[in-house]
């Protein structure tokens, strides 16, 4: 050894071709994949939380304006509500996306395979899901739907003019809708793809506790919880305005319960169903870890008691066994889900409490007024 060399190994947290790996993928995606409502908020030099209040200001004033003409106090018919919720949603799918980006980008750590398999298997996901005008059609689609639904609820306007501004309204909130929606179905394609590939690198000694795919839950969680957070919005503007035509029709109540609904339903179908396969793979890991690392120790207990050891090998009898008993304890602490308890509890707990004050609401109000409307006739 030369002078001055210091004799210490060069340590080494992760392999540096993985690593200018996942730059030259983090450059790519950052490049290439750029969504038509990223390219106007950075044309407007904006950052998400901005551009969102801007939205909600440029679509509120026209309604109230308008509102005000005809001395329609929006404040109390609540559809206020909905440029809030436009700007809130904006802000939602902004960071969702960026969080998908980057997710893609941590998979290069998780996934062992080659450059041009990862750039022919994730890739492609993501480019269909947010490059460019790859949502608008889902933003159109539930646009649509939302206005119609609207319509079909009833506009409690009598003023042609405010009617029309409420139904813009509708279409901008269900169009920010669906684009979330579209970034839903992204991510379990992603998730799903994940299930196929050839090799995961999983780890049980990973600080996440989940053998490195916590970032799977994460991503999962953030549209989960996104998806739930509209979904209370959506249930509260339902629940405060005076719609016209649903205290008729005991249908339209009906379908206005599942409306309300269903924001709930697919966030705990997120939540839960995509990463059922990886939870299959972790557990499979989990329990073919534990019964190597059960053999081992058999083994040296074997040798111990058959005193086939060594002189050097009793010594370091009692280092092995230690370092059984640390596998096994971070093996027994492993989740065989990709979310640790603070994940769970969180979505959990918000989950539960909006649902059961959801429930106690429609419960109340479906059994009192079913009986008293009609099913089809006014």
Known sequence: MKAGQSSKPQIQTFEPEDLKFQDQIRKEVSVNNIAFYEKIVSRLKLSPFPASVLIAIVTFWPHYFIASYYEVNIFTDFSFMVSMMIGINLYLVLIATKRLRKYVVNLVSLTNISVEEFRETFLPILNKTTKDYNLLPYGIGFGIINTLFGFLFGHWYTEIALSISLATLHFLVGFMAGMAAGGIVGVIRLVNQLDQVSSLTLNYFHPDKCAGTLLVGKIVFTFATYTLIMGFFIASYIF???WSNISNYAILEILTYFWIVFPF??????????????????????????????????????????????????????????????????LQTMNTWPYDLRYKATYLSVFLSLSLALIAEISTEFIVNLISKPILTP
């Open 265 to 330: 339903l697919v966030s705990l179908a997120v939540f839960a169903f995509p990463i059922f396969e990886l939870h299959k793979i972790l557990a499979d890991y989990k329990r073919n870890k534990l019964l190597e690392n059960s053999n081992k120790m058999m083994e040296l207990v074997r040798k111990f008691e058959s005193s086939d050891l060594s002189h050097e090998e009793i010594q370091q009898f009692g280092v092995l066994q230690e370092n059984a008993k640390l596998s096994d304890s971070y």
């Open 240 to 242: 405060l305005t005076p």
